[in-house]
């Protein structure tokens, strides 16, 4: 318990340096300090979004794994044993095929949602649900 905070606190600040580090490299050219032109652009307009999406989308992921993984408890369970990237991938076709790929996010989301209910669903059906009978 003694070694968790500071464990917290180094990979915060590991986490926020690499925010930054990332925000402002690459093949532009132009460093942290500069006046070049668009220069504000694309670190504004371009390189941070693209790279807080890129740690929120991580973040995300490695919270939905670590409940995964404490509900199964096993570290090695993932989203392929309830069915759920399977839903998933069935929401993300559905959304190409029907509406051009334009709500793709969406609808995998839904189709994972979806996949997740429904195996709850058939586990809850004799009114004791176990990690057992999910599986």
Avoid: H, K
Avoid at 1 to 21: D, H, N
Wanted: proline content about 5%.
């Amino acid at each position: 318990m003694t070694r968790t905070i500071p464990l917290i606190i180094g990979l915060g600040i590991a986490a926020v340096l690499t925010i930054i580090l990332c925000t402002f490299t690459g093949p532009a050219g132009f460093g942290f300090v500069t006046t070049a032109p668009g220069a504000a652009d694309i670190v504004g307009g371009i390189r941070l979004p693209r790279v807080l999406s890129a740690f929120f989308v991580g973040a995300s992921l490695a919270v939905s794994g670590a409940a995964m993984q404490s509900l199964f408890r096993n570290p090695m369970a993932d989203p392929y044993i309830l069915g759920t990237s399977s839903g998933g991938a069935l929401g993300a076709s559905l959304a190409i095929v029907f509406f051009g790929g334009f709500f793709v996010p969406v609808f995998a989301w839904i189709g994972a949602i979806v996949a997740m209910l429904i195996v709850w669903a058939i586990a809850s059906r004799r009114g004791v649900i176990s990690v057992e009978t999910l599986l």
